[in-house]
């Protein structure tokens, strides 16, 4: 075993001691030690409720006769995190947490690991740890959130929650109306309950073939959740003994399946940030342009929050992710050849797998759209690219043109947006927001979530070298690269300065001669750092562009 490097004979009686000193007995000590990786903490919703997954993952543990050894990796609530300084600590905290917990594992010399996750960056930064690590691995989420449901009946969510303050400042919405939002947007614990990043990340565990089946859809208050975190619990034995590492799951066909996954779920623009780096780990290379390759042929199929008016709830009662993936398969758009974490193959873990739902689940041959969910958008503003989710937005903004309206970080933005200084028809542009730019790459939940709050969802575009939340809709692109800071094309828009975005066609346009562009761009100083000292001025001297999942270089 791994860990008899810290655990036999004479030359480990050292490192025996210390365990003994946790209170671990022989008999203990001659099983497989398996590292939970439990990211409980008592801020973030989506992680409230995971020291008792971990409690019934170690009884699994030793139920199939292992020794669980339970520790730490941090997370942080993006929506707590949203609007302030507090947000550029978001996405960085995807590679100190899979520094940290590799550096655990391997001190530990660990024989397999059971990692807990649930919300957006700590589910990624796990999967790049299990791949830098390469023993033994299974993933089981904390679970969804419930959808909540307003006084007059109808269910509501934490994206409503953020519209809400854009209707209150279009005075659509009185001060008890935002409270009634408050009081019922998110009534349970669990990753908040539409298709957002967190959620879509562990769907696409599952995707990948690291998750069991439910791992993204059982809700985080059903006792299925608790069964499901022991099952986990056993079959990392079963991986264990098998020698099942995560590359050996992980392989360039496993991240084509859950890329088209990802387009049939219409999961959340970050995927575009996490599969590439988790690929990175793994020593695969995902280039951005193969996104728009699979979109081509992948037909959307489900429309959850905030593309449409269901939850994670209905699509783990249509069936979840592997009902998904069995509408997939009919057109032959999976390779079901590749191995998962049941020790089995994908096709052997979807027979009998039926779609409970078509009304949630589209048939594949029914579809919401015939391409995917995301698309990648390429042109003069963004010549390395840029990403939107095309699920989220309306018909008549698929294709827009229209006057820039420019700031230099998001405060100025939503001030703007707040005080009525957005028309419909504008092109609300956000930039030095970057990885390098903001550093850390800051979501822009507040300042779309005001812009369709007030109204203009469908007639305002923003597009910024920073994110968006999964929870974001509209004609909302982001990821533009070079970022500003880089002094890509998006740091030489000024205002009123026309641009074009062809969602279809996945092209985005700043139309500017190339003359005036060529002298801006001579003109151009690169702004002061916001930010000089700590974590965050080390991690911009480090990450690599978004459009190579802004990994660390």
């Known amino acids: 075993m791994r860990s008899d490097n810290v655990k036999k004979g004479v030359p480990t009686a050292p490192n025996?001691?210390?365990?003994?000193?946790?209170?671990?007995?022989?008999?203990?000590?001659?099983?497989?030690?398996?590292?939970?990786?439990?990211?409980?903490?008592?801020?973030?919703?989506?992680?409230?409720?995971?020291?008792?997954?971990?409690?019934?993952?170690?009884?699994?543990?030793r139920a199939a006769g292992g020794t669980p050894i339970e520790f730490p990796a941090i997370a942080v609530c993006d929506g707590i995190a949203m609007g302030h300084v507090g947000m550029k600590y978001s996405l960085v905290t995807r590679d100190l947490i899979a520094d940290s917990t590799e550096a655990m594992a391997m001190a530990h010399q660990f024989d397999g690991l059971v990692m807990i996750p649930n919300c957006d960056k700590n589910v990624p930064g796990l999967l790049m740890a299990a791949a830098r690590v390469n023993v033994p691995t299974i993933f089981c989420s904390g679970g969804p959130m419930l959808a909540g449901r307003l006084r007059d009946g109808r269910r509501t969510c934490l994206s409503h929650m953020f519209e809400a303050v854009g209707g209150y400042y279009a005075g659509k919405l009185d001060e008890d109306g935002v409270e009634e939002y408050v009081n019922n947007a998110c009534p349970t614990c669990g990753s908040c309950s539409g298709m957002y990043t967190a959620n879509s990340m562990n769907c696409l565990t599952e995707a990948i073939g690291m998750g069991l089946a439910g791992n993204g859809t059982i809700p985080a208050v059903w006792s299925a959740r608790l069964r499901l975190a022991k099952h986990a619990g056993m079959q990392i034995m079963e991986l264990v003994k098998k020698d099942i590492k995560p590359r050996d799951i992980m392989t360039e066909a496993a991240f084509h399946n859950a890329e088209t996954v990802d387009m049939a779920l219409g999961c959340s623009t970050n995927t575009m940030l996490h599969l590439p780096a988790i690929a990175h780990e793994c020593g695969i290379e995902l280039d951005?342009?193969?996104?728009?390759?699979?979109?081509?042929?992948?037909?959307?199929?489900?429309?959850?929050?905030?593309?449409?008016?269901?939850?994670?709830?209905?699509?783990?009662?249509?069936?979840?992710?592997?009902?998904?993936?069995?509408?997939?398969?009919k057109a032959g758009l999976l390779d079901t050849s590749v191995l998962t974490c049941t020790g089995k193959t994908l096709g052997e873990n979807l027979e009998g797998v039926v779609n409970r739902n078509p009304e949630l689940i589209r048939p594949i041959d029914n579809p919401y759209s015939p391409d995917g969910g995301i698309a990648v958008l390429k042109g003069s503003l963004a010549p390395e690219g840029c990403v939107v989710k095309?699920?989220?937005?309306?018909?008549?903004?698929?294709?827009?043109?229209?006057?820039?309206?420019?700031?230099?970080?998001?405060?100025?933005?939503?001030?703007?947006?707040?005080?009525?200084?957005?028309?419909?028809?504008?092109?609300?542009?956000?930039?030095?927001?970057?990885?390098?730019?903001g550093p850390g790459m800051r979501e822009m939940l507040n300042p779309t979530s005001a812009i369709c709050g007030m109204g203009l969802g469908e007639s305002v575009a923003l597009v910024t070298d920073g994110r968006f939340s999964g929870a974001t809709r509209g004609a909302a692109i982001g990821h533009v690269c070079p970022e500003a800071a880089q002094g890509g094309p998006i740091a030489l828009v000024e205002e009123g300065d026309q641009i074009s975005v062809d969602i279809p066609a996945c092209k985005i346009e700043l139309l500017v001669d190339e003359a005036v562009l060529a002298q801006r761009r001579a003109a151009w100083v690169c702004p002061e750092p916001k930010i000089k000292t700590g974590y965050l001025a080390r991690y911009a001297k480090l990450v690599a562009s978004a459009a190579r999942g802004a990994v660390l270089e």
């Open 390 to 437: 095309r699920s989220a937005v309306a018909d008549e903004m698929m294709r827009h043109q229209g006057p820039a309206r420019v700031f230099n970080c998001e405060e100025e933005a939503i001030e703007a947006i707040y005080a009525g200084k957005i028309h419909a028809g504008d092109v609300v542009v956000i930039r030095y927001e970057g990885p390098k730019g």
């Open 288 to 329: 951005l342009d193969r996104a728009n390759e699979i979109s081509g042929k992948t037909p959307n199929l489900c429309h959850l929050a905030p593309a449409g008016d269901t939850y994670m709830e209905d699509l783990e009662g249509a069936g979840g992710v592997h009902a998904v993936m069995a509408e997939l398969n």
């Open 16 to 61: 025996r001691s210390l365990f003994y000193a946790l209170g671990y007995t022989k008999e203990e000590l001659e099983r497989p030690l398996i590292g939970v990786v439990c990211s409980y903490n008592e801020i973030v919703p989506g992680h409230m409720n995971l020291d008792k997954i971990a409690e019934a993952v170690k009884a699994g543990v």
